[in-house]
């Protein structure tokens, strides 16, 4: 069975979530630190920037999907009208 784009962005939530606990842990941080900077001698580092990447690319896809399916619910239509142009039948 194919997940859906949202599947796909929870687990890899979830893969984000983990990664970046155990470089945590691995480095002696809490997790909930808004801004850590990990030294290169943790394992787990290349695995939660890698994750990382991949929750931000796959929130953009979604956040892209959504603007797209809103549009197309609600297509664009001008507020102002040209209603004071004549066409050049009416000018003659």
């Known amino acids: 069975m194919k997940c859906t784009l949202e599947q796909r962005l929870r687990k890899a939530q ?5 990664y970046w606990a155990l470089a ?3 480095a002696g941080i809490p997790a ?10 943790n394992p787990y ?5 890698l994750a990382a ?14 603007t797209k399916l809103f549009r197309e619910q609600r297509p664009f ?8 142009y004549r066409s050049a039948e009416e000018n003659r």
């Open 45 to 49: 580092a290349a695995r939660s920037n």
């Open 14 to 18: 979830v893969l984000f979530r983990k």
């Open 53 to 66: 990447a991949l929750f931000g690319s796959l929130l953009d896809q979604v956040q892209q999907e959504r």
């Open 77 to 84: 239509t001008p507020r102002v009208t040209m209603g004071h």
């Open 24 to 26: 945590c842990e691995h």
């Open 32 to 41: 909930d630190s808004p801004y850590v900077q990990f030294g290169s001698d």
